[in-house]
């Protein structure tokens, strides 16, 4: 039956369609169906990958019949949940209409103005622009700062800046890599570097670590080396941020980023960031000197060419600065404390994490990758529900899970998720701190 018309095909029509669909030779799709074999098996076969998520109740979520206290979310401050900046949304809506679908260059509703100038505040730099995600400013953004030039890439940078650096390279760039949080190989690169425009590309707070790069020696690299330094801390804005006396936990204060946190400045630095973490919004931001950004807002296609986030995306964000200004360092407090009963159970267990940060992103090997399935089961079963890190979205010595706080769980919901790690550690599942330092003394990948 066609979709189209609700009519049968003839039989003869059939007969070609059956032929084609069996002589159809997909080489490409073999390629790639093989490559991703193990996480498209577990992918089709497991309740905590893919999930269709029916319902949800605060940080509880509904899979089927089943509710799960969600660690998956990377929502850090509850912004989502967040009735003041709910209740503030129908007002945008009123006013400007569910989505004005203008690119940035044909027209900007004042709103984007409005966010610019609150976050170029908020973060200290120079100025900022926004556009709807980090995947598209670095697509953009890096083959411009890059030119021809050669980039420095860290070897565990984020897929997206991967894929920017691609871009870059089909454009003329040269693309080296560092080893990962290594400012003396970096500095061994850019010193038999001849290239004159030199771009260091890297996360701040990494997304499966949870640990922010030492900033004052690379910055201090690149400066030496006259590199400019691109950071993407996607995971960092909203949840570290300026140091000083009141602060309410080792975040420090304002949520304002790595660049902040360090105390470092921004003369050499081009920093990336996102709303759609800690502030659960569809927008990201590139803070950088105003020449750049006059650069952008005439050679950067997401600002020339891509719709823009919907007005729902930019009340919230607008609100959330609000919010952060005034119970940010609150909720801070709160994930922290999250955070520090997760990390300090692992540690009484003696089970591995690479979480040196006490930032609410605990990733936690297990000990035989084959069981990555076995113990997502597990962990489905008690009710809890996390990311599983499966090869090959990361190499087989690290697969396992990863275990995101935010400030909207509850103390019931982190009291299920630390039974059910002891559960795994009793079983043996998870893999011990003392294999995790042998493989990190090791250097294996
Ligand atoms: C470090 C990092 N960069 C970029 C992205 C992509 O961000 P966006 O959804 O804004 O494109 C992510 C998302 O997971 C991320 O973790």
Known sequence: MSLETGIAPAPVQADRTVRRQQTARRPWLDHWLDTCRDLSTLTASHPMMDAVID????????VGEKWLADFASCNYL??????EIIDAIPA?????GTHPSWSRLLGSPVLYEQIEERLTDLLGSADSLVLPTITHI???????????GTIFIDSRAHKTIYDGCQIARSRGAAVKRFQHNDPDHLEQLLRVERDQMRLVCMDGVNSMTGNAPDLHAFADVAARHGALLYIDDAHGFGVIGERGPDETSPYGMRGNCVVRHFGESYDNVILVGGFSKAYSSLLAFVACPTDVKQLLKVAAPPYLYSGPSPVASLATVLKGLDVNEQRGDALRAIIWKHSSRVLRLLRELGVATPNRSELPIIEVPIRDHRRISAVGQRLFDRGVYVTLAAYPLVPKSEVGFRIQLTAANTDVEVDSLLAAIEELAGEGELMSADDLDHHLEGGAA
């Open 78 to 83: 509850g912004f989502d949940l967040d009735r």
């Open 55 to 62: 319902e949800i109740d605060g940080r509880m979520i509904r």
């Open 92 to 96: 945008y809506l009123d006013a400007w």
């Open 138 to 148: 670095h697509m953009s953004v890096i083959p411009l700062l890059a030119a021809s």
